[in-house]
């Protein structure tokens, strides 16, 4: 059958992730980490001197969550590169109940764990929502490239 491929060539190859290879899930999570690395740049060099928090919905998107969101991107991005580069396919974070209880840990710990030890950190839910919703778009993203790592169905 054309595009199947040997369950032992997919074993042996901890780099296979499904039909489009696995370079299409390493460009997808390097080039998240990056578009989350430029938001960050852009956000507190160019947008946010634009906007003060009372300018409404914008100035509190710019200052308070935008870069939540992103974080969520990054992180995930960033694990599943690490995953990938340690040659460990199965412990990609892919699957939605995976990406939703990652960002959750990491949301409570820096909305909840966080503002009782460092002064500058205050913790709101709205940004755990965001570190929540990053990881939704994450796997919308994951599912439009039809990348499901973890867990892909044997070949016929």
């Not at 499904?18 to 998240?32: E, I, K, P, Q």
């Not at 947008?47 to 710019?62: R, S």
């Not at 990406?99 to 820096?110: A, D, I, N, P, S």
């Amino acid at each position: 059958m054309k595009g199947s491929r040997d369950v032992n060539e997919c074993v042996a190859n901890p780099w296979w992730v499904g039909d489009r290879g696995a370079w299409t899930f390493a460009y997808l999570n390097v080039g998240l980490m990056l578009v989350a690395m430029g938001e960050w740049c852009l956000n507190k060099w160019v947008v946010k001197p634009m906007y003060v928090w009372e300018d409404g919905v914008v100035g509190m998107v710019v200052h308070g969550y935008a870069n939540d969101f992103f974080a969520g991107l990054f992180l995930l991005g960033y694990t599943n590169v690490l995953v990938m580069w340690m040659g460990r396919r199965t412990w990609a974070v892919s699957r939605w109940w995976q990406v939703g209880l990652m960002m959750l840990m990491v949301g409570l710990f820096w909305e909840g764990v966080t503002p009782m030890y460092w002064q500058r950190s205050t913790g709101d839910v709205f940004d755990l929502l965001m570190y929540l919703l990053g990881g939704g778009v994450y796997i919308g993203l994951v599912k439009v490239c039809g990348l499901w790592v973890g867990g892909n169905k044997e070949r016929s």
